[in-house]
């Protein structure tokens, strides 16, 4: 029998159907048949998601809570042992009034979270150091001999880097030390122990004082406090996010406030947070009982007709608990209106289907590119680690994936030739890569090996190993001190600190990375080819200079130029005349001072410069066991004999020289200072002698 073609095409086009239609029938029926289900599965996992989500920021407000009680306490603890080493080294007498200013001044300014440092000595007398908020600071004094009911206070503005003298008022008063608690205890007591006050020289402000004995050559000086007033914990408290509507406390295991959040609050201005749900912690408290105060607890609880999930925690100082508190609907009541949203969605949706299962063949194609396009956003952002292959069954979107895949393997083979987190930087700053850049002050820093020429010369190519060595030791303390690293010029480095990132205290982070480079130098073992340990100088200084693309339109190089970096240079030379390590100038003193511990070395004219600059040897920072009332004794003969060189009394710049070989045995700076002071003493120079000494080679 003939079959007709025609007719049976025309009977397998009635049997076939359109896509769109088969998904679309497929996507109804699901719709129908799930919907119910899907509805009850969702408000489960909602409900699941939201409880969960709750205790998520919970958790991250106890963490967040705990971490800056400990702070507090560590601070307190830490300013205390630094004052009372202090006072045990005889660096700092009771009695010394301008030190034991200076002292308890920069102790409040140095920690954020303490409002008083006082001392009590056993007569009664009193001396305290106090924040007035954030922009001012008070010193305050009450003596039982002097002036008996009379107290002296002088005011201090804070300024950046420094305060000043705001005025001097004496007016009367009733409080006395010998009547506080801590003083008391402290007077009797050998170890420091912590206290609650509520009374002080100004008034009632009710705090926590970290109080202890001060015992020097075994005799009590008297009692030293660092005080917290409960406002500093209130400001913090402020900052936290407790949903939109929920409150946190930290109250004391009595139940009494400590704290409630409150932005405005500090030394001048009394905490008046929001107390309304403060019964609810209360009754959290009541109900948990002792177990509440030694482990975290949870509970919900109602209050005029609202449910609220309370959480308590403990917190690291004694007998203190936080207390959260997060409405129920605050979380719950957003998945309510969701499965009704839901519900009429899927009504709608089920009349819809058809036109919604038109786009899932787009959705096949669109989801796998948006998951390529997110992998070139991790190209563009420099993230390559970050990249992955996607699989597709379409094959264009497999073979793209590949592709980009394969390229981001191919840039990270420039790692080793490109500093990646620069190149983040820039990128998240919109740096674009072209020649450009702006006049910044910052801090610049060169290394390089003590006689590498000649060491180069006797190792020929063996000396790769131990310059990648060197290299691979500076640069790792450079990174993590949150330095970029400029350039590599042989076997020196070049360094600055204050951009891409800005950074208040890149003078500071670039005096810690030299200290360190040179002591993972010393401590690395690196010998010279005569076994010699390795030595390397280190020139840094700081100002203005301009940074940024510096270069052509191809070829750029992120970079810092100006006299400021020159002067850098020539600093790190100038260390092979003074016999040196670390030289720095006299901006980056200034900067870091109070951080670093440093000696004038000299006036110098460097070369190609006529004029005088002060500089400066790094001997090590502040907070160093190593700097101790020693190193400030030879560094005082040094200053003293370098102002009497100044002076032209060039013989008592060599007796006060001469003390600084005699307690160091050897330092090159003195030596070479004290002969130089021998021959002027000699040669009597004119008028027209300037103190200054010219280096003739950079």
């Avoid at 507090?72 to 080294?89: S, Y």
């Avoid at 390229?407 to 990646?420: E, H, Q």
């Avoid at 131990?466 to 640069?475: A, E, G, I, N, V």
């Amino acid at each position: 029998m003939d079959i007709d073609p025609a007719r049976q095409l025309r009977a397998v086009a009635r049997m076939t159907v359109s896509i769109r239609l088969a998904v679309s029938a497929l996507v109804l029926a699901a719709i129908l048949l799930t919907a119910a289900l899907s509805s009850l599965l969702w408000w489960r996992t909602a409900e699941a998601a939201s409880r969960q989500l709750a205790s998520t920021i919970n958790e991250q407000i106890v963490a967040a809570v705990r971490k800056e009680v400990s702070a507090i306490v560590d601070e307190a603890r830490a300013a205390h042992t630094a004052i009372r080493t202090l006072f045990l080294q005889n660096v700092l007498d009771t009695r010394e009034a301008d030190k034991r200013e200076f002292v308890f001044l920069s102790q409040l300014q140095s920690q954020a979270t303490i409002s008083w440092v006082a001392f009590g000595w056993p007569d009664g007398s009193f001396f305290a150091a106090h924040k007035l908020g954030d922009r001012r600071l008070e010193m305050m004094e009450i003596s039982l001999t002097d002036h008996p009911g009379e107290r002296r206070v002088d005011e201090y503005d804070v300024v950046p880097g420094d305060i000043e003298f705001a005025n001097r008022r004496f007016e009367p008063t009733d409080f006395r030390v010998a009547d506080q608690a801590w003083f008391k205890a402290g007077l009797s007591a050998d170890d420091p122990q912590w206290f609650r006050v509520m009374d002080h020289a100004t008034g009632e402000r009710p705090s926590i004082a970290f109080a202890g004995p001060i015992d020097v050559y075994q005799e009590r000086q008297g009692v030293l406090a660092v005080i917290i007033e409960y406002t500093r914990l209130a400001r913090f408290l402020s900052q936290l996010e407790v949903g939109r509507t929920g409150t946190a406390f930290i109250v004391d295991g009595s139940g009494e406030l400590v704290a409630a959040p409150d932005k405005d609050a500090d030394e001048l201005h009394p905490a008046r947070g929001d107390t309304a749900l403060l019964p609810l912690a209360r009754a959290a408290l009541d109900q948990a009982g002792e177990a509440g105060r030694k482990q975290a607890w949870r509970s919900r609880l109602t209050s005029g007709g609202a449910a609220y999930e309370v959480a308590l925690t403990p917190l690291p100082f004694p007998g203190w608990s936080l207390a959260t508190i997060i409405p129920e609907a605050e979380f719950l009541g957003p998945v309510e209106t969701t499965l009704h949203r839901v519900i009429l969605g899927l009504a709608i949706g089920a009349v819809l289907a058809a036109l919604a299962s038109a786009m899932l063949a787009r959705s096949v194609i669109a989801a796998p590119l948006s998951r390529v396009v997110g992998e070139l956003r991790h190209v563009e952002a420099f993230a390559l680690e970050q990249v992955r292959r996607h699989p597709s069954r379409l094959k264009e979107i497999a073979s793209l994936s590949g592709a980009i895949a394969e390229m981001a393997s191919g840039l990270s083979a420039f790692r080793k030739f490109i500093p990646a987190d620069l190149v983040r930087g820039l990128l998240r700053q919109g740096v674009e890569a072209r020649p450009g850049g702006s006049v910044q002050e910052l801090s610049v820093m060169f290394i390089d090996i003590a006689g590498f020429t000649g060491l180069s010369e006797r190792l020929g190519d063996r000396v790769v190993p131990l310059l990648s060595r060197y290299l691979d030791l500076t640069s790792e303390i450079i990174v993590a001190n949150g330095g970029t690293i400029d350039k590599f010029i042989g076997d020196a480095v070049m360094a600055f600190w204050g951009a891409p990132q800005s950074q208040d205290d890149h003078a500071a982070r670039c005096c810690r990375a030299a200290l360190a480079c040179r002591r993972a130098i010393d401590e690395s073992g690196l010998v010279d080819d005569l076994g010699q340990p390795l030595q390397i100088r280190i020139g840094i200084n700081s100002g203005r200079m301009l940074v940024g693309n510096i270069g052509s339109e191809l070829r750029l190089n992120y970079t810092v130029i100006g006299d400021a970096v020159n002067v850098a240079s020539r600093l790190e030379g100038a260390n092979k005349s003074y016999g040196t390590q670390i030289l720095i100038g006299a901006a980056t003193e200034r900067l870091a001072r109070g951080a670093v511990v440093t000696r004038e070395i000299d006036s110098i004219a460097v070369y190609g410069r006529e004029e005088g600059l002060s500089v400066h040897e790094l001997i090590g920072m502040v907070n160093e066991n190593a700097v101790g009332s020693d190193t400030v004794g030879w560094i005082a003969d040094y200053e003293r004999g370098l102002a009497a060189y100044r002076a032209r009394r060039f013989a008592d710049a060599v007796a006060d020289f001469e003390a600084v070989l005699k307690q160091r045995g050897h330092d090159r700076p003195a030596e070479l200072m004290r002969d130089r002071c021998r021959r002027l003493a000699a040669a009597a120079p004119d008028v027209t002698w300037r103190p200054v000494a010219a280096l003739t080679s950079k």
